[in-house]
């Protein structure tokens, strides 16, 4: 309903929280209550001049858009205490957490909005508990001092957000009568952890990060496989930094690559999850006895020119730290008991015949288009639309690859890259 924003916007963006617990006690009242949330949303969405996507805000997720900040707040507000007044059907208690940002998005009728404003408000939306409605710096400042009566704000502090290098000043919107202690944020900002802070966004693999984020919880080791430059890595670290917040001991990274000896694989583990004193013929057992009673997420990258090694140890932490999930990367599996291995598959690329627009509606054509753009002031045209197909395809979908042909925008046009492609001898 309303027509889509454009431009400078604020965006809010919702979710019930436990809903997986809700459907599966009543599926028959949850899909009742689902369908009167979207009514009051709507509602409260024309009464403040938004804008509500449909094929966004589709089962237990919320999506709207106002031209201004002030009037984004006023809808979250309002939102929050309508749902908190419901009197829902079967007994059900649907709260959601949002989450309210501004800055630039763009509409697609296919995708709905776009860019990077609304991935951020995502993340800022899922450090939230029930009924918590966090803002970003960007609508705190905008916002002013033309929040809504009865509303006031409170800073939260910065905070490292699930897959965005640039951290996040998280401010609270609160309703004056509220009280209420709330748990500390889902923040890595408040979880242990030594992961690494992605230097890019990661585009696609949804289906993945669902998949393997079910599987945690069911599986001690997860291998992600495939040929090098396929996006393991890039991957695993988004995985990991989702699922940090359910292990109390934290999530660690321990890259493998540079380790070239074999004595230094315990060692650098051992370093990576903050054991001490592993050396030695017992370096391993030193490890598992350090990890026995911690339950942490261990992330091990680049096993493969030491898998024999590398299968020793987690066969042990395996079998004596049950506490200890991990979550590995190699090119080929690690074959041991207990081990679940996923191929991650190359990107899907668009056939011949495309346009600029449908560019950005598959995930090898989208990763060239952003990593284009991020080298300087690439947009792409309908004219360049089928060559950058061809080249995503050429190069069979492998992100690393696309991404150093996209970094040569910089200095070549699509049509030139694609060219070079037939040049073997080159």
Same mark, same amino acid.
């Given at each position: 309903?309303?027509?889509?924003?454009?431009?400078?916007?604020?965006?809010?963006?919702?979710?019930?929280? !436990?809903?997986?617990?809700?459907?599966?006690?009543?599926?028959?009242?949850?899909?009742?209550?689902?369908?009167?949330?979207h009514e009051i949303a709507d509602a409260l969405a024309e009464k403040?001049?938004? /804008?509500?996507?449909?094929?966004?805000?589709?089962?237990?997720? #919320?999506?709207?858009?106002?031209?201004?900040?002030?009037? +984004? =707040? *006023?809808? *979250?507000?309002?939102?929050?205490?309508?749902?908190?007044?419901?009197?829902?059907?079967?007994?059900?208690?649907?709260?959601?957490?949002?989450?309210?940002?501004?800055?630039?998005?763009?509409?697609?009728?296919?995708?709905?909005?776009?860019g990077p404003t609304f991935?951020?408000?995502?993340?800022?939306?899922?450090?939230?508990? *029930?009924?918590? @409605?966090?803002?970003? *710096?960007?609508?705190?400042? =905008?916002? !002013?001092?033309?929040?809504?009566?009865?509303? %006031?704000?409170?800073?939260l502090g910065e905070h490292r957000l699930r897959?965005?290098? %640039?951290?996040? /000043?998280?401010?609270? #919107?609160? /309703?004056?009568?509220?009280?209420?202690?709330?748990?500390?944020?889902?923040? #890595?900002?408040?979880?242990p952890n030594n992961l690494p802070t992605p230097v890019t966004s990661l585009v696609?693999?949804?289906?993945?990060?669902?998949?393997?984020?079910?599987?945690?919880?069911?599986? %001690?080791?997860?291998?992600?496989?495939g040929a090098g430059g396929s996006g393991k890595t890039r991957l695993a670290q988004h995985v990991a930094a989702e699922a940090a917040k359910d292990f109390?001991?934290?999530a660690w990274w321990v890259d493998l690559m540079p380790v070239a000896d074999e004595a230094r694989v315990p060692v650098a583990i051992a370093e990576a999850v903050r054991?001490?004193?592993?050396?030695?013929?017992?370096?391993?057992?030193?490890?598992? +006895?350090g990890l026995a009673d911690r339950k942490l997420l261990l992330v091990v990258d680049n096993c493969e020119h030491v898998i024999d090694l590398v299968a020793e140890i987690l066969d042990l932490l395996i079998l004596r730290c049950p506490g200890v999930t991990i979550l590995a990367t190699s090119r080929e599996t690690i074959s041991i008991d207990g081990e679940h291995a996923i191929r991650v598959r190359p990107l899907a690329s668009?056939?011949?015949?495309?346009?600029?627009?449908?560019?950005?509606? /598959?995930?090898?054509?989208?990763?060239? @288009?952003? %990593?284009?753009?991020?080298?300087?002031?690439?947009?792409?045209t309908d004219a360049d639309a089928p060559s950058i197909a061809a080249i995503c395809r050429r190069l069979d979908g492998i992100p690393l690859a696309i991404e150093l042909a996209a970094a040569r925008t910089k200095l070549l046009s699509v049509t030139d890259i694609e060219a070079a492609l037939d040049d073997r001898f080159r």
């Open positions: 309903m309303g027509e889509p924003v454009t431009g400078t916007a604020t965006v809010v963006l919702g979710d019930v929280v !436990g809903s997986t617990k809700l459907w599966e006690s009543n599926g028959d009242a949850m899909a009742a209550a689902s369908r009167r949330l403040h001049g938004g /804008h509500r996507p449909r094929e966004q805000g589709e089962g237990d997720n #919320l999506v709207a858009a106002f031209g201004t900040a002030a009037d +984004a =707040v *006023a809808f *979250a507000m309002d939102l929050d205490a309508a749902l908190a007044a419901e009197d829902w059907p079967g007994g059900l208690d649907v709260l959601m957490r949002l989450g309210v940002n501004t800055g630039d998005v763009t509409w697609d009728d296919d995708a709905g909005y776009l991935n951020r408000c995502a993340r800022i939306r899922d450090l939230g508990h *029930a009924r918590q @409605v966090l803002a970003s *710096a960007a609508t705190a400042s =905008v916002v !002013g001092d033309k929040l809504p009566a009865g509303v %006031r704000i409170e800073d897959d965005l290098e %640039r951290a996040e /000043h998280i401010w609270q #919107l609160r /309703h004056a009568e509220d009280d209420r202690e709330y748990p500390a944020l889902r923040s #890595l900002s408040n979880v696609g693999r949804g289906s993945e990060i669902t998949e393997i984020a079910g599987l945690l919880g069911e599986h %001690r080791l997860i291998t992600l496989t109390p001991d934290g054991v001490r004193e592993v050396a030695g013929p017992e370096s391993i057992d030193q490890l598992a +006895a668009p056939e011949d015949g495309t346009t600029a627009d449908e560019l950005l509606r /598959h995930d090898a054509t989208r990763l060239f @288009v952003e %990593r284009a753009r991020a080298v300087g002031t690439f947009e792409p």
